[in-house]
């Protein structure tokens, strides 16, 4: 299992459950969570070892919604 932590523009409950949709039927993403109140609405993603940013990225980018990897 890997963290993997994004930039993203989720900020309310309306944009969290559409990740939800699809995050919830994904075998890959164990467990996620996404904090509104830090200004980078940072998403955690706790997922198998064999999930990449990209694959995050683009799960997030069909919701219509941006996520950039966050710089350490």
Known sequence: MKL??????????????????????SPKIFEWSIDMEDIDNVLRVEADDRSSEK?????VSTCGLQCEVLPD
């Open 55 to 59: 694959e995050i990225i683009e799960m």
């Open 4 to 25: 993997l932590i994004f930039k993203t523009n989720i900020g309310n409950r309306f944009k969290a459950k559409k990740v939800n949709s699809i995050f919830a039927y």
